[in-house]
């Protein structure tokens, strides 16, 4: 990217946040408008990690965004933990990536079509557990409520704090060697060991990275709304709306998981608004167009477009 196009992508990056610093001024429906839409970004830059760098596509991802719930939950209602709030809001992700670190070595070993079924079943089976775990420790069907924690305008600086720095933590990962390594393995995995890359290593640490934002983003709502259930948690329509969304933007790009939250998430807010549930028709029919047409997603076809920007789009 030339020095210009550096200035710009900053230039743009900043005024972004600016923007969204200023929500919370605009009242609860306002932070709870943009509070979503920042998650979601959170959401699809974790996804992007596997499926965009890796080419491992999990249709189950969100189950790390419900483990990173839970635990957060789990620890701030049920043990003396509940005056140190922001022990159990780190514990969140933290229990997310260990739990990525144990089933990825397991989960990995398949590949394609397999190992996305494999991760719809352990979101299934996680949704199950919690359902049919005692009331007196994950709240079971009704979950945990919890409105002492609750504080909207700290969720929402958190979130927004959290989604910037993942934004750059991905930004530097990719064009860093171990992005280089992780973009060799989506390429030809079988020919990357050949060549001496410890693949089982870098997909289990990439897949790690990648649980740990989606159960950062777990952890960080119940402090939004002050409520958890395994329904909200491990809910798989979410995890198609953000791979819809990563695709819209362009998988295996830094901007693009975030311009893909943004615009489906406007879109689909809008009809959810004036067509109460159609907009699932509207998830599926995007995901028709994209892979028929823009399999690239949007920044995809700008490079297609614009020839000279091949390669230079972040």
């Known amino acids: 990217m030339s020095w210009k196009g550096k200035i710009l992508a900053s230039l743009v990056f900043i005024g972004s946040v600016l923007f969204f610093l200023w929500a919370p001024h605009s009242g609860l429906k306002t932070t709870t408008y943009y509070f979503l839409m920042i998650k979601y970004i959170l959401m699809a830059l974790s996804f992007n990690l596997m499926a965009g760098y890796v080419g491992y ?3 189950g991802h969100v189950a790390f965004y419900g483990i990173g719930g839970y635990v957060a939950a789990i620890l701030v209602s049920k043990t003396p933990l509940s005056n140190t709030a922001y022990l159990c809001l ?13 089933l990825g070595m397991v989960l990995l070993k398949l590949r394609g079509a397999y190992f996305a079924i494999a991760t719809i079943a352990l979101n299934e089976a996680l949704k199950v557990i919690m ?4 009331e007196t420790f994950s709240g079971g069907t009704f979950g945990i409520p919890m409105p002492s924690i609750r504080n909207p305008a700290a969720a929402y600086y958190l979130m927004l704090f959290c989604t910037a720095a993942a934004l ?3 930004y530097a990962v990719v064009k860093s060697k171990l992005g280089v390594t992780l973009r060799a393995i989506r390429e030809d ?3 990357a060991m050949a060549i001496g890359i410890n693949a089982p290593k870098y997909k289990v640490w990439a897949f790690t990275l990648s649980t740990f934002l989606m159960g950062l983003a777990g952890a960080i709502d ?5 409520y958890i259930y395994p329904e909200a948690s491990f809910n798989i329509e979410v995890n198609v709306e953000v791979i819809a969304m990563t695709m819209l933007g362009g998988l295996g790009t830094v901007l693009g998981p975030a311009i893909g939250s943004v615009a489906l998430f406007m879109v689909a807010d809008f009809i959810w608004a004036k067509w109460p549930f159609s907009h699932l028709i509207l998830l599926g029919f995007v995901l028709c167009i994209l892979v ?4 690239r997603g949007v920044l995809g076809l700008v490079e297609e477009k614009i020839p ?7």
Do not use: C, H, Q, T
């Open 57 to 59: 596509i999990s249709f």
């Open 90 to 102: 780190i514990a969140g992700p933290l229990g997310a990536a260990l739990s990525g670190y144990l």
């Open 131 to 134: 359902f049919n775990l005692p």
């Open 168 to 170: 750059i933590l991905v």
């Open 189 to 191: 995995e079988d020919g």
């Open 222 to 226: 119940i402090f939004f709304i002050g």
């Open 292 to 295: 028929l047409f823009m399999r």
């Open 308 to 314: 000279s920007l091949r390669g230079k789009i972040l």
